[in-house]
């Protein structure tokens, strides 16, 4: 019930095309889920984040649609570029007072020239 | 804003070595950081939760004794690895939160250790 699952596990996109990233999860008191971009040999950076009472949030090239009754919420990258490629990762968190997060297994983005 | 930063990057050491990885918030206050162990084209694996000025709390599996963490100040966390062999060779990173969006990690760069 702790987990997140990731799909799919790598994508390729031609560059001005729509990159599509899903998760979905199980326990209902998650409550906070980013989205992290990483590149090779770096540490993962936030690119967005949504909590459950919003069910769609853009920030310029990228949005996160978010279902609530589906339990599954998405990462889109618009106008993708080649330097959009890299890994990434959802995840979730519980406001237990921990913010531990449950991360998914990663998307491998290769977008094309 | 926001600014987690880690020291070393990169380290070499020699079996039965400890290696000593500092993280440090730049810009805020972070009452909790977090350690975590990633493997090639793998995920996150957290390995503790640290808050500054007590123990740190292990994830099952984690040996406590092998990975020792002592977050001392609002401002940095340590991951000393003791008498390291090379399975523990692997990409070390730290996250830190209490910046101004409470619920948010940030991560810093990661260290790359190479046991020989």
């Known amino acids: 019930q702790q987990q997140v699952k990731q799909s799919p596990q790598s994508l390729i996109v031609q560059k001005g095309g729509i990159s599509i990233i899903n998760c979905a999860y199980e326990n209902t008191a998650f409550d906070y889920f980013p989205w992290y971009q990483q590149f090779p040999g770096k540490g993962p950076a936030l690119l967005i984040a949504i909590r459950p009472d919003v069910s769609e949030k853009k920030e310029g090239r990228f949005t996160i649609s978010f279902n609530k009754s589906a339990k599954q919420f998405s990462l889109h990258i618009m106008d993708s570029q080649p330097g959009d490629s890299a890994t990434y990762f959802c995840?979730?968190?519980?406001?237990?007072?921990?913010?531990?997060?449950?991360f998914g297994t990663g998307t491998r983005l290769k977008v094309l020239a | 804003g926001a600014v987690v930063s880690q020291h070393p990057s990169r380290v070499i050491c020699k079996s039965g070595t400890s290696v000593k990885i500092e993280c440090r918030s730049l810009?805020?206050?972070?009452?909790?950081m977090f350690w975590y162990r990633q493997f090639p084209k793998k995920s996150l694996m957290l390995m503790a939760t640290?808050?500054?000025?007590?123990?740190?709390?292990?994830e099952q599996g984690v040996e406590k004794d092998k990975f020792l963490i002592n977050h001392a100040s609002l401002t940095l966390s340590t991951l000393t690895v003791t008498s390291a062999h090379p399975e523990d060779s692997s990409f070390y990173i730290c996250?830190?939160?209490?910046?101004?969006?409470?619920?948010?990690?940030?991560f810093g760069p990661g260290t790359r250790l190479t046991v020989l």
């Open positions: 810009d805020f206050q972070a009452t909790t």
């Open positions: 640290s808050n500054e000025g007590s123990k740190a709390t292990y």
């Open positions: 996250s830190a939160q209490g910046g101004m969006d409470t619920d948010t990690q940030y």
């Open positions: 995840a979730a968190s519980l406001d237990s007072g921990t913010y531990k997060y449950i």
